[in-house]
């Protein structure tokens, strides 16, 4: 079946779609059949600089409204994004080829959670008082200004709305500059704040690749700077948000360890790795792909997840029954494959999947390996894709060891049904985002992030304020200044 996902223009831009065909031409591809959907045109230095210069306009009166009035227009978002869920989600899964049955419960809802979760939070933002004996002091959170917001293509929708409610919340205006991978959804997003009283400029979409984000990332309006992409894009434009000393929130990649005891409930575990690795087409940042199981269950383990492979569907991911997409380009399908390559050549064992399947689209099998060695590479490198390394442990201090032994430390999970040694490990485990007996929720309560190479600053909960704010401090002399001279 065809399909046509064309949006009215590239860019939304104070307020309304945004046409300029002298940008490079990129084509959106439907990754389950290789067509293609829909042309969006990069953003031209024209585009950049309406979008810089209405963002900077709208947020002077946007920081002026109270938190009130601000948090009841991101709830009227949510409310639109969750009245539009179908809609939203069969757009996300034409861009990045998720499975419907995974975009209808977990892209625009959770996008929709953040508006309405930062919404309720934006009245209630406030200082504090300070006593200081005769005097006094107190605190003022103030907005950065124009915040500029930089999305990877594994979860476009949700990626935009956990950058920009926090900001708006606090009363910054942003640019949100999606992946070139998937750029239709943000779009979307940028029409329903409007249509929830947004004022133009507010929040602003330009579409392109590396160019178009350092172009954003350099202007000297730009106060903030939050990415969401891989390492090495994390370096580039940390470093060169530093030149001018901007803010940053740096969501990058991770190579997650999982912890499974023995004691563990071999279902819940066995979920929790397919979780940990297949959702999304194992396309998520905070994916568990290191599985160290302990050697007493390793067969078992292994047994139980070949049988759940079973269960995979594979197909037309707007089919609701469908449960396994393709990969969201053929770039990461070619790479991905390589890293299955290599597993095989560096003497890992394969146990499942390890094929790419005939045909359109960018499809790769779920993949596991078995006696994988920490030495290897895909025991090393973010692979980005379905593919399980499964490695056996002795004990606990060992597991431990060898899940910090890595310079990402994005999420990591244990599976045990002693609930002491779960805490005992987990406090011992060098990752910001953890998870006991589960894998992967990412409730908006909860802060979301790395620790070392995995990133700086929080998305999500009350944290995320502390990264699109700054505190003003204020000493209030009630007596005389006693100056030396
Ligand atoms: N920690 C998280 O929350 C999180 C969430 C999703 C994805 N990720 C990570 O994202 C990566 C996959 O996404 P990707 O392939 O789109 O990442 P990427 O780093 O290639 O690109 C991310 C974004 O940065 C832009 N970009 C590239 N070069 C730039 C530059 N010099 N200046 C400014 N912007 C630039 C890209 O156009 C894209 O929009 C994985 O490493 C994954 O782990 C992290
Ligand atoms: O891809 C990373 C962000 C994420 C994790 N779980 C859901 N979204």
């Given at each position: 079946m065809?399909h046509?996902a064309?949006?009215?223009?590239?860019?939304?831009?104070?307020?309304?779609?945004?046409?300029d065909a002298?940008?490079?031409?990129?084509e959106?591809?439907?990754?389950?059949t290789?067509?293609?959907?829909?042309?969006?045109?990069a953003?031209?230095?024209a585009?950049?600089?309406?979008a810089?210069?209405?963002a900077?306009a709208?947020?002077?009166?946007w920081?002026?409204r109270?938190g009130?009035e601000?948090?009841?227009v991101?709830?009227?978002?949510?409310?639109?994004?969750?009245?539009?869920?179908?809609?939203?989600?069969i757009l996300?899964?034409?861009?990045?080829?998720?499975?419907?049955q995974?975009?209808?419960?977990a892209?625009?809802?959770?996008?929709?959670?953040?508006?309405?979760?930062?919404?309720g939070?934006?009245g209630t933002?406030?200082?504090?008082?300070?006593?200081?004996g005769a005097n006094?002091?107190?605190?003022?959170?103030?907005?950065l200004?124009?915040?500029?917001?930089?999305?990877?293509?594994?979860?476009?929708?949700?990626?935009?709305?956990?950058?920009?409610?926090?900001?708006?919340?606090?009363?910054?205006?942003?640019?949100?500059?999606?992946s070139e991978?998937?750029?239709l959804?943000?779009?979307?997003?940028?029409?329903?704040?409007?249509?929830?009283?947004?004022?133009?400029?507010?929040?602003?979409v330009?579409?392109?690749?590396?160019a178009?984000?350092?172009a954003?990332?350099?202007?000297p309006?730009?106060?903030?700077?939050s990415?969401?992409?891989?390492?090495?894009?994390g370096?580039?434009?940390?470093a060169a948000?530093?030149?001018?000393?901007?803010?940053v929130?740096?969501?990058?990649?991770g190579?997650?360890?999982?912890i499974?005891?023995?004691?563990?409930?071999?279902d819940?575990?066995?979920?929790?790795a397919?979780?940990?690795?297949?959702?999304?087409?194992g396309?998520?940042?905070?994916?568990?792909?290191?599985?160290?199981?302990q050697?007493?269950i390793?067969?078992?383990?292994?047994a139980?997840?070949?049988?759940?492979l079973?269960?995979?569907r594979?197909?037309d991911?707007?089919d609701?029954?469908?449960?396994?997409?393709?990969?969201?380009?053929a770039?990461?399908?070619?790479?991905?494959?390589?890293?299955?390559?290599?597993?095989?050549?560096?003497?890992?064992?394969?146990v499942?999947?390890?094929?790419?399947p005939?045909?359109p689209?960018f499809?790769?099998?779920?993949?596991?390996?078995?006696?994988?060695?920490d030495?290897?590479?895909?025991?090393?490198?973010?692979?980005?894709?379905p593919?399980?390394?499964?490695?056996?442990?002795?004990d606990e201090?060992?597991?431990?060891?060898?899940?910090?032994?890595t310079?990402?430390?994005?999420?990591a999970?244990?599976?045990t049904r002693?609930?002491?040694?779960?805490?005992?490990?987990?406090?011992?485990?060098?990752?910001?985002?953890?998870?006991?007996?589960?894998y992967?929720?990412?409730?908006?309560?909860?802060?979301?992030?790395?620790?070392?190479?995995?990133?700086?600053?929080?998305e999500?909960?009350?944290a995320?304020?502390?990264?699109?704010?700054?505190?003003?401090?204020?000493?209030?002399?009630?007596?005389r200044?006693?100056?030396?001279?």
């Amino acid at each position: 079946m065809t399909h046509t996902a064309q949006p009215t223009a590239s860019h939304f831009v104070n307020g309304t779609h945004l046409e300029d065909a002298a940008g490079d031409a990129i084509e959106v591809i439907h990754p389950a059949t290789g067509a293609v959907i829909a042309t969006v045109h990069a953003a031209t230095p024209a585009v950049i600089e309406a979008a810089l210069a209405g963002a900077v306009a709208a947020q002077a009166d946007w920081a002026a409204r109270t938190g009130t009035e601000r948090g009841r227009v991101l709830r009227r978002a949510a409310d639109l994004i969750r009245a539009r869920n179908r809609e939203l989600s069969i757009l996300e899964t034409l861009d990045t080829g998720k499975p419907l049955q995974e975009t209808l419960v977990a892209d625009a809802s959770s996008g929709a959670d953040a508006l309405e979760y930062f919404g309720g939070m934006a009245g209630t933002l406030t200082g504090q008082h300070v006593a200081l004996g005769a005097n006094w002091g107190y605190t003022i959170r103030e907005p950065l200004g124009l915040c500029v917001g930089i999305g990877a293509w594994n979860y476009p929708t949700q990626i935009a709305c956990w950058k920009a409610a926090p900001a708006l919340a606090c009363g910054n205006a942003m640019v949100f500059k999606p992946s070139e991978v998937t750029p239709l959804c943000a779009l979307k997003i940028a029409e329903i704040l409007v249509e929830a009283g947004a004022p133009p400029g507010l929040f602003n979409v330009v579409q392109g690749a590396g160019a178009v984000g350092a172009a954003l990332v350099a202007d000297p309006r730009v106060a903030k700077v939050s990415l969401t992409g891989s390492v090495p894009t994390g370096r580039k434009v940390y470093a060169a948000a530093a030149q001018a000393m901007k803010h940053v929130t740096m969501e990058l990649g991770g190579k997650s360890p999982l912890i499974v005891f023995h004691d563990a409930d071999l279902d819940d575990a066995v979920g929790g790795a397919i979780l940990g690795n297949f959702y999304s087409t194992g396309q998520v940042c905070s994916n568990g792909t290191r599985v160290f199981v302990q050697k007493g269950i390793r067969d078992a383990f292994l047994a139980r997840l070949t049988e759940r492979l079973a269960g995979v569907r594979m197909g037309d991911p707007l089919d609701e029954a469908t449960n396994f997409g393709p990969m969201a380009s053929a770039a990461q399908r070619d790479i991905v494959m390589g890293y299955i390559a290599q597993g095989i050549a560096e003497g890992a064992r394969l146990v499942a999947g390890g094929g790419c399947p005939e045909g359109p689209g960018f499809w790769v099998e779920p993949t596991v390996f078995a006696d994988v060695t920490d030495a290897m590479t895909i025991a090393r490198e973010e692979i980005f894709g379905p593919v399980m390394c499964v490695l056996d442990f002795t004990d606990e201090e060992e597991a431990i060891a060898r899940a910090n032994a890595t310079d990402f430390g994005l999420s990591a999970g244990v599976f045990t049904r002693d609930l002491t040694r779960a805490h005992r490990v987990i406090a011992r485990l060098q990752a910001g985002t953890c998870f006991v007996n589960s894998y992967n929720d990412a409730p908006v309560e909860l802060p979301f992030g790395g620790f070392k190479m995995s990133g700086l600053g929080r998305e999500n909960a009350a944290a995320a304020i502390a990264h699109y704010s700054q505190l003003k401090s204020v000493f209030v002399r009630m007596g005389r200044v006693a100056a030396p001279f």
